[in-house]
């Protein structure tokens, strides 16, 4: 199973400006996809599909005992009762988590209203929760009760039936949909809660990319017994795909490893930059093999990096790839 070159760092040549024209060498590093199937885990993650039942830690330790690798994370818990996108990181690519728990949530919900109401109310309602919104984390919850902003981006109602209201709602990270259901209660006087949850989307990761557990061990005991490596490279994807919506510069072969010793990224080493890149915004940082190198925050927009000449263009917050994948050609000081 493999994909086009373009694929990780974008489909059309006209999303980058080209600083340096360059080639990659065929002597270091490896395509995401044509990474060996251990290494290829070790720097991949899964959209589990997430059960009602287990907590998000449960279903990050099955996942972790099931590759039986050391270390994997999970960014956006989810609690027992709710089920959903849940995108499971492992080994290397844990590294990401800490970029992607902030991204924007998308959930249905059915909410049990407490006594009749039109269907025309209960929309009007819903509407006037779209914006920022004063919340207070409820009692089960594992962070501290103080009243706090969030911001719904939208409601959308999708059935309501009796007493029972059946919604989808994109939100900012950290919304409780629980209180979301309560607060709509008490401003139509009737009351309500939530009866069910089910998140859709976490960024860009969505249904469309979740396994299930047992689709996961079906896949690694197909290729630990059967040597049949298509499965395991289905549902594990390379942690490329987890930051493909981020700005990227794309580095040439003799910068890499430079950065992997922890040295921010000068403009000598930057081949292309994609038009979005803008300063104080976080990028991803590429080699031409699209493998992920580092995290930062770019200097510099994506027009002024073109022009210049020296000087550090990231400020590199967190190197994903290890040392000594690419030589080095720097001199240590």
């Known amino acids: 199973m493999g994909k086009s070159s373009q694929e990780i760092i974008g489909q059309f040549e006209d999303r980058f400006y080209v600083k340096e024209e360059a080639k990659p060498s065929e002597e270091y590093g490896c395509y995401p996809y044509k990474r060996p199937v251990g290494e290829y885990i070790r720097k991949g993650f899964v959209c589990i599909d997430k059960p009602m039942g287990p907590s998000s830690h449960e279903v990050v330790v099955w996942v972790r005992r099931i590759l039986g ?6 960014a956006g818990t989810l609690d027992p009762r709710v089920t959903g996108v849940l995108p499971v990181f492992i080994e290397d690519a844990t ?55 969030r911001e719904i981006y939208g409601i959308d109602v999708l059935e309501v039936e009796g007493r029972d209201v059946l919604f989808k709602v994109r939100c900012e990270a950290g919304t409780y949909i629980r209180k979301l259901c309560t607060d709509v209660g008490e401003v139509m006087g009737k009351g309500a809660h939530m009866q069910e949850l089910r998140r859709t989307k976490t960024g860009h990761f969505d249904e469309s990319m979740c396994y299930t557990l047992h689709d996961l061990l079906d896949a690694y005991i197909l290729w630990k017994e059967e040597g049949e490596e298509r499965y395991i490279k289905e549902v594990v994807k390379p942690m490329e795909l987890a930051v493909v919506h981020m700005p990227k510069i794309v580095v040439k072969d ?21 038009k979005n890149v803008k300063a104080g915004r976080e990028v991803a940082i590429f080699t031409l093999k699209h493998e992920l190198v580092a995290m930062g925050k770019a200097l510099k927009d994506a027009e002024d990096i073109v022009k210049m000449r020296s000087g550090e263009v990231v400020d590199v917050e967190r190197v994903v790839m290890e040392r000594g994948v690419y030589p080095s050609v720097w001199k240590k000081s």
């Open 254 to 274: 003799t910068a890499v490893d430079a950065i992997c010793h922890g040295a921010n990224l000068m403009a000598k080493g930057v081949a292309y930059v994609e």
């Open 69 to 74: 690798v050391e270390k994997t994370g999970h």
């Open 95 to 149: 590294k990401l988590v800490r970029f992607l728990q902030g991204s924007e949530k998308e959930y249905v919900t059915l909410m049990r209203l407490h006594a009749d109401a039109s269907e025309k109310e209960v929309r009007n309602t819903l509407s006037k929760f779209v914006g920022k919104i004063y919340q207070r984390p409820p009692l089960k919850s594992a962070v501290k009760k103080r009243l706090r902003i």
